[in-house]
């Protein structure tokens, strides 16, 4: 199988979610990647070169990164060409001349196995894939076709953050609280132990909603889908729209003092216990792990 990897950089690094889909798209047999060269994201002048260079290649698959530019462009690259295309998939293997996907549907109550004819056009969710090696690919690079109209920015403002963490959709651990907390003063707990365990914070919508956190930290069906490796749920309830941004996580550990609280129902290890009294003594323990 031909597959050709569209490429997304932070900074002047690749994406760990292009890493993965190298890594698969090498599984699957012939692989390339490329990278669409652009002061920033513009839709129709990067869908026009993509389609182009896709025209001439004639892959079997094109892969992209479920991110918020890789699902604009992979939706409208299959549109224009007439390629089958399945969003948000977390896992892929060939099935004869076919493509078989995993993909999460209806906020992640259903995990469904969806076969795609070739040729496709498929979005990955960041972190769905295994990633056994970071050696980077080679990436060529093409230019966004600039003939096209293109969207002019009127205004464009930096935000900046003074936090030194991965990002929450890239991140490999996630430590997210909810309304357990009770309160913006009690943050630092959920702070200390994602720095403790060398990871991202997440909230729920109802923490975000009170103002206690930015929405960029949002955990759900409404905020950021997320894959770590380990998801720590401080103080969550479960309610299903948090359940549909995590629920793909390796190992999932849930602290909750209600022992009845929907969170323990998808959790791989279920703490009953008091956030305040458990968390504290649990994020000694990790550094002192971690130190010895």
């Given amino acids: 199988m031909k597959t050709l990897v569209v490429a997304e950089r932070k900074g002047t690094e690749l994406r760990r979610v292009t890493l993965e889909l190298a890594a698969k798209a ?13 002061e920033r ?5 990067f869908v026009s070169a993509l389609a182009k260079k896709v025209e001439s290649d004639k892959p079997d698959l094109v892969l992209l990164g479920a991110t918020l530019n890789g699902r604009d462009l992979g ?26 996907a995993d993909k999460p549907m209806y906020a992640g109550k259903v995990r469904a196995k969806v076969q795609l004819g070739l040729p496709a056009v498929v979005s990955v969710r960041p972190g769905a894939i295994p990633l056994k090696s970071a ?7 093409i230019d966004a076709d600039g003939s096209v ?24 651990v996630v430590v ?39 929405n960029e930290e949002q955990v759900g069906q409404t905020g950021k889908t997320v894959t770590p490796d380990l998801y720590v749920a401080l103080g969550i309830s479960g309610a299903i729209q948090h359940l549909a941004g995590m629920t793909s996580s390796k190992v999932i550990v849930a ?28 994020t000694d323990a990790v550094k002192r792990a971690r130190a010895s």
């Fill in 26 to 38: 090498r599984e699957l047999g012939e692989a390339a990647v490329v990278e669409i060269a652009g």
């Fill in 75 to 100: 939706a409208r690259l299959a549109a224009r060409l007439g390629r089958a295309y399945a969003a948000d998939v977390t896992g892929l293997r060939a099935a004869g001349n076919a493509l078989e």
């Fill in 149 to 172: 109209e293109k969207l002019t920015f009127v205004k464009l403002v930096a935000t900046a953050t003074d936090t030194k963490r991965v990002s929450l959709s890239e991140a490999r």
């Fill in 176 to 214: 997210s609280g909810g309304r357990g907390l009770k309160g913006p003063e009690n943050w630092h707990l959920v702070e200390e132990l994602a720095d403790a365990l060398g990871g991202a914070v997440g909230a729920s919508r109802a923490v975000t909603d009170a103002g206690w956190r930015p």
């Fill in 255 to 282: 602290v909750n003092k209600d022992p009845d609280a929907d969170i323990f129902k998808i959790a791989d290890y279920g703490v009953v216990a008091d956030v305040f009294e458990f968390v504290p003594a649990f």
């Fill in 41 to 45: 994201y513009s839709p129709l002048p």
């Fill in 135 to 141: 050696e980077a690919p080679q990436v060529d690079k």
